[in-house]
């Protein structure tokens, strides 16, 4: 994985200009800890960061390539998991390589069939190529938007990046925010609409989509999205096609000339990973290393809920012990977590998912002293139906974001002032209008099964968003790798279309999937109930966040104050623990939580210098 930047520009000589494409690339330095470069010419500035991954020798970008007497420049961030089988298809039509890295393989497809290349791409993946004869930036994203990808343009300008802070670095885009970003910090937040990147004028390319730009203007379009057809196969085909499906893909997602791990909490998903992954590392002769994360005191803390079930611990540790894996648990303190709330901010460049967000960043902190790569069971959930929201006709009927909870009492904590100004009830409801409006339904399809469709799609397209943006910057803020085995294309079209009542089969959520692994996992783990990532059951934590939350409320200078009623939050902050555990985003952010984001709003505004436009 790596960082890519870039500037195009019709009116200025970029040749003048490298310190600026340089200060960009810098900002993506943890992202691609390895090694720098940049490619300039009078209209385009490309740059990159890299994390070796593959081909350590071969691999370097910008990429520059020539056909036919056109010169093409690549930045590229992602990993594609069918290069072997692009090399052969492009060898046979003449073309020729120099190593062996899924840059080259990628460049050169683009070359060979343009935007039509994405169909064939296995992979996760943000890229940018510049055609110097044509005078022409394309860039495209991957199907499940695990990779990121923003742009704005500025005048003649037109500036892209990894990340927001990159953009945020040239000299010609401000942190500017205005009502509907408000809305997306106060109101979607750590949620964000797909295609908005909160600050003014800045734009994300949305997963599955494409873009083109030049001296006429830019272009977007999508290439890939969900079909809904019948499904044809019984069950025992589509037990098989999953389990084809897994076991394929894990192994290709197991390519690197670094050392891989697997994240393994001890639940269903993550423990399939692993055990697919330890079949492919027995073939050549070696052991899986695997880690856990765990928090300072949950060994007398933690209290089994409705979300959190049963502790990770034991559940990792018999999975390791079965398949013969080289565990090794994280510890996190309290104050560490609570520290890291800050460079979880600047890692994300928002507001995120607090604690949940700090303790991934300390978690993928001392992963990276062992291995550059991990695989993880992110996704799971949302592609085979595993939250309560499927199950639950409370929640499967609600006319709005299952996950978003507690609306009433986060807008009681704002100022009615900025209350008027974002209108936030509207504007939640219009996100929620425009989500269910794209699901592409299917003819004849009952009322509840038709429901569930759209739950399904409001789970990958938007909820899964959320932990994909929290997985790439936690991880990659380390220089760590993660991939996610779930996100293939291939598997997440397929599970799609499989009829509820199969997806449940067994009368358990994700019921498909525990009879895929019913080989290759212990039956009290094929039957575990569902665990989400866990968090710290600590008091000192929420303590420690109250207490911070309350010095901010009594800072003048705080920018947080300007935004939220002083005396409704300290109230909140104060106020008994029945509420303050109540849930008001997903299933694992409760007070505590909320506390923590109101931390880090204040930490963005102040440290972005965000201004209201």
């Known amino acids: ?143 499940l938007g695990v990779k990121p990808l923003f742009y704005a343009e500025r005048g003649s300008a037109f500036i892209f990046g990894s990340e927001l ?175 890291s709330l800050v460079p979880a901010v600047r890692a994300r460049d928002l507001p995120g998912m607090a604690d949940v967000d700090a303790s991934l960043y300390l978690f993928s902190s001392e992963i990276k002293k062992k291995d550059t790569v991990g695989l993880s069971g992110e996704a799971a959930d949302e592609v085979f139906g595993g939250y309560p929201w499927f199950r639950r006709n409370e929640e499967v009927y609600a006319d709005n974001f299952p996950w978003t909870r507690m609306v009433g009492k986060r807008v009681g904590l704002l100022k009615p002032e900025l209350t008027a100004y974002i209108r936030p009830e509207q504007y939640l409801a219009a996100r929620y209008e425009e989500a269910v409006a794209e699901v592409p339904r299917l003819p004849g399809e009952d009322p509840h099964a038709a429901r569930l469709r759209q739950i399904s799609y409001l789970s990958i397209t938007r909820f899964m968003q959320v932990l994909l943006d929290r997985k790439d910057r936690m991880t990659m803020a380390v220089g760590l790798e993660v991939r996610v085995p779930y996100c293939d294309h291939r598997l997440v079209e397929y599970a799609w279309n499989i009829p509820w009542a199969m997806k449940f089969c067994d009368r358990t959520e994700k019921g498909i999937l525990r009879r895929a692994l019913r080989d290759v996992l212990p039956e009290n783990v094929l039957q575990r109930r569902k665990s989400p990532y866990p968090k710290t059951h600590n008091p000192a934590y929420t303590t420690t966040v109250r207490d911070w939350l309350l010095e901010i409320l009594k800072d003048p200078g705080s920018p947080l104050r300007r935004f939220v009623d002083v005396g409704a939050v300290r109230s909140f902050a104060e106020g008994n623990a029945a509420e303050i555990n109540l849930p008001w985003f997903g299933q694992l952010m409760t007070g505590p939580q909320l506390m923590a984001y109101l931390i880090q709003v204040d930490t963005w505004l102040r440290e972005y210098r965000v201004t209201i436009s």
């Open 1 to 143: 994985m790596c960082g890519i930047s870039g500037w195009i520009d019709w009116q200025k000589n970029l040749t003048q200009e490298r310190k600026i494409v340089e200060t960009m690339n810098r900002t993506l330095a943890d992202r691609g800890p390895d090694a720098a470069g940049t490619w300039i010419s009078p209209r385009a500035a490309i740059a990159h960061r890299r994390l070796i991954v593959v081909d350590p020798e071969g691999g370097g970008q910008p990429m520059v390539r020539s056909r036919a007497g056109k010169t093409y420049v690549i930045t590229y961030n992602g990993e594609l998991y069918n290069t072997a089988e692009l090399q052969q298809e492009l060898t046979a039509r003449g073309y020729t390589f120099r190593g062996y890295s899924d840059t080259e393989a990628l460049l050169q497809a683009f070359i060979e069939w343009g935007p039509g290349c994405l169909d064939r791409l296995n992979g996760i993946f943000a890229f940018a190529v510049w055609s110097e004869a044509d005078q022409s930036l394309f860039m495209a994203r991957d199907r």
């Open 165 to 339: 802070k990159a953009i945020l670095a040239h000299p010609l885009v401000q942190a500017e925010i205005d009502a509907e970003g408000l809305a997306e910090v106060f109101i979607m937040g750590p949620a964000r609409t797909p295609g908005h990147a909160v600050f003014r004028n800045i734009k994300e390319l949305k997963q599955g989509h494409w873009l083109r730009h030049n001296q006429w203007g830019t272009n977007v379009r999508r290439y890939w999205a969900l079909e809904s057809r019948p499904h044809t196969d019984d069950l025992d085909t589509t037990v098989e096609t999953v389990r084809g499906l897994l076991e394929d893909t894990i192994e290709r997602q197991l390519v690197a000339d670094v050392p891989v791990c697997t994240l393994l909490s001890g639940g269903l998903d993550s423990s399939a990973v692993t055990a697919l992954a330890v079949d492919v590392f027995k073939q050549r002769g070696k052991a899986l290393r695997t880690y856990s994360v765990g928090y300072d005191g949950d060994e007398f803390y933690f209290k089994a809920n409705e979300f959190e079930p049963t502790a990770d611990a034991p559940w990792a540790r018999q999975v390791s012990d079965f398949l013969g894996t080289q565990h090794h648990v994280v510890r996190v303190g309290t104050e560490e977590l609570v520290r």
